[in-house]
């Protein structure tokens, strides 16, 4: 047998040791290093879904103090009172009613609206119409929108009564139409 020259033996030496290292590389460290990188992106994860999990658990801790203010809020003067829209409409007339009688004014005709969809909120409307002066419809549109429920004036129309524009007595004599909306939390369904 043959003995080869001492520095291809060094060389062949290096070689099958940098083959060695290579084979630890590629067999060990890359498939161990893969498998960490693995690990870490799931633990990573995981720390997302505890972090969604946490915040749904914060949340409920405040579920029923929110549920509490609703509650609060629909039971509130800010609503029209009522167990349903007619009801509702009902109360919406007779406070308009009222709120002219206050001022002087009775009212000629009244009609409900169709409810509005809002947000959170359902409008339940009435329109009303009657004659007045400008003073007297003045105060009645403050009062609405001053009062609680919480009413809003959507549409008017105001006409000068021209039947009678030649009698003195009823000069300044306005027929109005107002549109009115009372607010009631939306129905859940």
């Known amino acids: 047998m043959r003995t080869l020259a001492r520095p291809i033996r060094q060389l062949a030496a290096v070689a099958l ?71 509702k409409s009902a109360n919406l007339q007779t406070l308009l009613s009222t709120i002219a009688g206050e001022n002087g004014v009775r009212l000629s005709s009244t009609r409900a609206l169709n409810p509005i969809e809002r947000n959170e909120l359902r409008l339940i409307g009435v329109r009303v119409q009657f004659t007045a002066n400008i003073e007297q419809l003045r105060e009645i549109l403050y009062a609405v ?30 027929d109005v139409r107002v549109d009115v909306y009372g607010a009631a939390p939306r129905k859940r369904g």
């Open 17 to 87: 040791l940098l083959m060695a290292v290579a084979l630890l590389w590629f067999l060990g460290i890359l498939p161990l290093s893969a498998h960490f990188d693995r690990l870490r992106e799931e633990i990573e994860s995981e720390r997302t879904t505890l972090g969604r999990f946490t915040a749904v658990a914060a949340l409920q801790d405040r579920l029923a103090d929110a549920q509490r203010a609703g509650r609060a809020a629909s039971a509130s003067a800010a609503y029209l009172k009522g167990e349903g829209d007619q009801i």
């Open 145 to 174: 929108e001053a009062k609680q429920p919480f009413l809003f004036v959507d549409g008017l129309q105001v006409h000068t009564v021209s039947a009678m524009a030649h009698d003195p007595e009823h000069a300044g004599i306005l």
